[in-house]
């Protein structure tokens, strides 16, 4: 459960009691190499630092951030990764960090008559809320059964941070998450709907184990509507992240790849990166799993992790941004998401609270939508999502101004999305790098146990490690 923090003040900081107390007794000599300044990475350097910690922390990028990122496109930005965050109650710490460091947050979508967005199928703009009318009352309750099965799928999991206890935990991992839905009998436009609704949130159905599903569900089948990714940042998801950095009082160095992880017999931990060295107590390493074993360790990790490493399943979300000088879909009386049977997959603006006559709409594709694009130049992903938007919205296109497109399954720091445990694979790896391999210790969304995909679950694993690593 995340913990409730009970904030003091402390020469103008806003920590826990019981980081007070650890800065206290915390060795001064102590000091961790944070390899990775995403999310977790910078949530771990900073609550290490509350911690009495010396902190160095090692990027790959030239920029901190990690799968959360925001484009300046003239006046307005965009996000190219993470971006959309639930009501407090849901997502507690990226809210909380949020108010303590002055990270304003603001509401999404419209208001009065702007409808939240529409499906386009078979050639048809239809809105949210006309569902039924358009296409008959079997969709809709069909639509509804699915979210109704989904809830009662969440509710065989007895314990979400450890699924595997759940009854027939082994048989519902053994089975995808397709074969769930095919059993369903859904009219053929609700399941084409199911199953790019799992496809956009983790990955392709058939790719997806039936018991992680049921496990997410567990969380979120209790999160409504008015919860749910209701929350973004006014000025970016780097907002975010350069409230953690300028909190950070050891150095942030860019554009360090780490290519080891050594634990020599006299102790401690020596990461390198190239020819440089870095000495310290401890390691957290955050990069995603996917790229885990692109790092030499030495002594090896256990054989447990190395495999998880080498076997997760990583769902594959890109995103295209699109900059149009008319907010063109508001005509429409809508407010941007679109939920396409096309490849497009799914559209929503971003730029609702910015100033300007035009807005920025993303298009989110993913799972073998995306997969079947990754040969494709950027400029040729940009040009389909342009044409597709055409053909839900005629006249856009003579309203683009901009573009940008970034496909995380070609980032070579990232190689995918997040983590979407595939069938067969959480009763194996559950929790694998919860522990540490010696003096080396994980973080990142794929660590946690509640939130993973999620900002929130990137932050909540920052920090566990560090209250892991300080004995807490």
Known sequence: MIPQLIRKTLKGFTLSTSLFISVLVCAEQQEAIVVGAGMAGLTAAYELE?????????????RIGGRIGTLDMGDQHGEIGGELIDHPRVH?????YSDDFGVELVDTGYWGK??????YIDGQLIPYGSLKRELGLLVRQDQIRFHNELDKLGELITDSADPRTSPNAAMLDNQNVQEWIDNLNLHPTAKMLAEHYVRAEFDDADNVSLLYMASQYKIYGKVGDNESE????????????NAFASRINGPILLNHV????NQPNSGGVIVKVGNKSFAGDVAVVTVPSTVLNKIKFNPALPATQKEAADNLNSGTQNKV?????????????????????????????????QEGEGGILVAYFSGSYADAQIEWTDEEVIQDKVDQIEQMYPGSTQYLVDTSAHLWHRDPYTMGGFLAYAPGQMMKYWGVFLEPAGNVYFAGEHTDDEHI??????VRSGVRVAKQIAGE
């Open 92 to 96: 507690t710490l990226v809210n909380q």
């Open 321 to 353: 941004l699109l900059q149009y000088s008319k907010r063109f879909w508001l005509d429409y009386g809508l407010g941007g998401d679109t939920v396409s049977d096309g490849q497009i997959g799914w559209t929503w603006e971003s730029t609702e609270r």
């Open 230 to 241: 209701i929350l973004r940042f006014l000025h970016g998801g780097r907002d975010f992240a």
């Open 258 to 261: 780490v290519t080891a992880v």
């Open 453 to 458: 995909g999620f900002i929130e679950g990137a």
């Open 50 to 62: 509350q911690r009495g910690y010396k902190v160095t922390v090692l990027e790959a990028r030239d």
């Open 114 to 119: 702007i409808e939240e967005g529409a499906y």
